[in-house]
């Protein structure tokens, strides 16, 4: 299966602890996104990434959440001292087209559902 | 990005056509109408997108209105794989940056 990974599926922490999230692209999709879920609403964007470069970032994204795409492949986003509003099912995403028009097509990986206690 | 309305759930018989309806009405002329759909514990599935033409692919139809105001996406013949949710999305493709989604259409088909 070529498709979006990430790892782990679920994740079940306590408040206060720090979790990391991966997502493995789409082979050669030089860009990723970060999404977050919570029951019965849309997708919200968090971050998005051309290869390694951060390019923007949500105003939802706190101080305490972080974003890495090191070498423009996989990405990783930590929460630190993790509170129980974190909860949500984070997606990530990737796209392939480069030039202009750029395209809206991103596809999705099945996304990591994460519940602080 | 232009926001969209859409009605909150849609039921259709399985074999019929399901048409779900999306406003846009303060969409520019560089945005895009998109559609994508969220089966149940899934990531979002890209469906089709367009400008100002009719567009088709294996999957749906999108009929856009000469105003651009509005949207129908076409499901020609819906099966119970169909049940999802429905994200209709109007974007600016001058920067590759977010999807906007709101609560979408919750279709369910039935037998």
């Known amino acids: 299966d070529t498709g979006v990974s990430q790892d782990p599926r679920h994740k079940i922490t306590k408040r206060g602890q720090n979790v990391t999230f991966r997502c493995d692209p789409i082979?050669?999709?030089?860009?990723l996104y970060w999404y977050r879920q919570t029951l019965g609403q849309g997708p919200e964007f968090l971050t998005y990434f051309q290869n390694e470069a951060q390019l923007e970032k949500s105003r939802l994204l706190s101080d305490r959440f972080s974003a890495e795409r090191p070498k423009g492949s996989f990405s990783t986003l930590e929460i630190q001292r993790t509170e129980q509003g974190d909860s949500a099912m984070y997606l990530c995403a990737s796209s392939p087209r480069q030039g202009f028009p750029l395209s809206y097509e991103q596809y999705f990986g099945p996304g990591t559902r994460l519940t602080v206690t | 990005d232009a926001k969209t309305t859409q009605p909150t759930s849609m039921d259709c018989a399985e074999g019929r056509a399901a048409n779900l309806p999306c406003n846009h009405s303060t969409i520019s002329g560089n945005e895009y109408v998109y559609w994508y759909r969220q089966i149940h514990s899934q990531g979002p599935q890209y469906i089709i997108h367009?400008?100002?033409n009719n567009e088709t692919n294996e999957m749906a139809s999108l009929i856009i209105t000469e105003d651009r105001k509005s949207s129908t996406l076409i499901l020609p013949h819906a099966t119970l794989r169909d049940t999802a949710v429905y994200y209709c999305?109007?974007?600016?493709?001058?920067?590759?940056?977010?999807?906007?989604f709101g609560t979408g259409t919750r279709l369910q088909v039935t037998l």
């Open positions: 999305i109007v974007a600016y493709t001058g920067t590759a940056s977010k999807l906007t």
């Open positions: 367009g400008l100002k």
């Open positions: 082979s050669e999709h030089n860009r």
